[in-house]
T-cell receptor, first 112, second 118 residues
């Protein structure tokens, strides 16, 4: 099983739709989780951290399920500008400290 | 402005000609890291550094060297580049990688360096 797995997509959705991505991780000792957004040929940028209790930032909601070892990202009322690749990132506590594991990303395309 | 600066943005070189990609951050971050991104493979970590004079291998260190003589700089060195090192490279930094609270420190990425080795 790969350390961090994401459905590569693409997810093609109309404007205004709600879309959800999941990301599974294999190391049960993982402690920190993030969603990054990457536009084509640009650097990744932090979208949001994922907290144990779940967290929301405007149209974006992130959740963590430790029992099943996955995190999710929900985007409500999709905008054209949400089109990007969404990267799941997991940080392990102990062992190889500082070694962040990136998923390969899920591509989202929001259409008019 | 807080930022991570990589240079150059684009580089075309020939096999075997040593090159250095510079990375500098002005946020007093302890942690710095280099990644390469290839189609279908995602971001893979090359080397990382948890502080000055402390570096460690990531997932794909072969063919690369790094140094961390100062806190702000973390250059990536290709002593003898080969075509399989053609890739998009990103430098990144974060506040710290030590202590429980630091594990929520997000990464700040540079703009990337697109390297082509012929």
């Amino acid at each position: 099983r790969k350390e961090v797995e994401q459905d590569p997509g693409p997810f093609n959705v109309p404007e205004g739709a709600t879309v959800a991505f999941n990301c599974t991780y294999s190391n049960s000792a993982s402690q920190s989780f993030f969603w990054y957004r990457q536009d084509c040929r640009k650097e990744p940028k932090l979208l949001m951290s994922v907290y144990s209790s779940g967290n929301e930032d405007g149209r974006f909601t992130a959740q963590l399920n430790r029992a099943s070892q996955y995190i999710s990202l929900l985007i409500r009322d999709s905008k054209l500008s949400d089109s990007a690749t969404y990267l799941c990132v997991v940080s392990n506590y102990g062992g190889s400290q500082g070694n962040l594991i990136f998923g390969k990303g899920t591509k989202l395309s929001v259409k008019p | 402005e807080a930022q991570v600066t990589q240079n150059p943005r684009y580089l075309i070189t020939v096999t075997g000609k040593k090159l250095t990609v510079t990375c500098s951050q002005n946020m007093n971050h302890e942690y710095m890291s280099w990644y390469r991104q290839d189609p279908g493979l995602g971001l893979r970590q090359i080397y990382y550094s948890m502080n000055v004079e402390v570096t460690d291998k990531g997932d794909v260190p072969e063919g690369y060297k790094v140094s961390r003589k100062e806190k702000r700089n973390f250059p990536l060195i290709l002593e003898s580049p080969s075509p399989n090192q053609t890739s998009l490279y990103f430098c990144a930094s974060s506040l710290s990688s030590r202590g429980r609270s630091s594990y929520n420190s997000p990464l700040h990425f540079g703009n990337g360096t697109r390297l082509t080795v012929t």
